[in-house]
């Protein structure tokens, strides 16, 4: 990914994310639903693929490093709760609602515009939910600023 490409991506997603409760919801659900990735792929070494894609290509290293650390520990707080043999499944439904649902329901609720839609292009869908959690942080810090 080129990181003007990245650039250009996240100043679309900020002017679609400036509800504030929308951007805590954002932020909440993609810690959730990255963190569910980082314990379904590669047993947690997904998070370290994750950081070294994010220092190459994110713009925000304050956003990168807030992201790294609150997957880590929030990956660390749901494996507490491994109990159950249908464990994966339900991180895959965890992932589903959260990357998928919350954030559609809280666009709803908050009267704000989504960035993408089903007629998107595959890479604009997939950069968004690459860069969800990041773009989400950088919002809530550069709209607090504000």
Same mark, same amino acid.
């Given at each position: 990914? $080129? +990181?003007? #490409? ?7 997603? /900020?002017? #679609?994310? !400036?509800? #504030?409760?929308?951007?805590? &919801? ?5 810690? +959730? #639903? ?18 070294? &894609? /994010? ?7 304050? *956003? ?8 880590? =520990?929030?990956?660390? &707080? ?32 908050? $009267? ?7 007629? *998107?292009?595959?890479?604009?869908? =997939? ?9 989400? +942080?950088? *919002?809530?810090?550069?709209? !607090?600023? !504000?």
């Amino acid at each position: 990914m $080129n +990181i003007d #490409y990245i650039q250009s991506e996240l100043d679309e997603f /900020l002017l #679609y994310h !400036k509800n #504030y409760i929308n951007r805590i &919801i954002h932020v909440l659900t993609g810690i +959730i #639903y990255v963190s569910c990735l980082n314990i379904l792929f590669y047993k947690g070494r997904f998070l370290i693929i994750y950081f070294i &894609i /994010l220092l190459f290509t994110f713009p925000s290293i304050i *956003s990168s490093l807030l992201s790294i650390t609150l997957i880590y =520990v929030t990956s660390q &707080i749901i494996l507490k709760f491994k109990t159950t043999p249908f464990f994966s499944y339900i991180l895959i439904s965890i992932f589903v609602i959260c990357c998928f649902i919350v954030p559609e329901i809280s666009h709803y609720i908050t $009267n704000e515009e989504t960035v993408i839609n089903i007629q *998107s292009p595959f890479t604009k869908i =997939v950069t968004n939910i690459f860069y969800f959690l990041p773009f989400s +942080i950088t *919002s809530l810090i550069i709209n !607090k600023v !504000k």
